[in-house]
């Protein structure tokens, strides 16, 4: 089995802006997300999915792939995860030219 890891961090936040990358604990949010996903030996790709090139600077930085930016329809507070997860699991299988049997969504919060 083929297990990719999926990470949303849209860089639009309303109620707090950039929290995906403001410090906690001495480090960016979304690094505890990947930090824990990269420790699963089960999990084969940790990717992010994000419209922003601040977060995904972090989150290669981190070991995370960011394979591709989320098109701006996908990037509003309006759009469901299931548009994010399908968006995010065609493009990788199309990036790196595999399929995947389970996709994990990770929250960055």
């Not at 996903?37 to 084969?44: K, M, R, S, T």
């Amino acid at each position: 089995m083929t297990i990719l890891c999926v990470i949303g961090a849209r860089g639009g936040s309303q109620g707090l802006p950039g929290k995906n990358i403001k410090l906690l604990l001495g480090k960016p949010l979304i690094v505890w997300s990947i930090e824990t996903a990269l420790a699963v030996p089960e999990i084969d790709k940790v990717i992010v999915s994000t419209d922003s090139e601040d977060i995904a600077k972090v989150a290669c930085r981190a070991g995370a792939e960011v394979p591709f930016l989320r098109p701006d329809e996908l990037s509003g507070s309006e759009v469901g995860k299931f548009d994010v997860w399908q968006h995010a699991l065609h493009s990788c299988e199309e990036f790196y030219k595999e399929s995947y049997d389970i996709l994990v969504d990770l929250d960055c919060t």
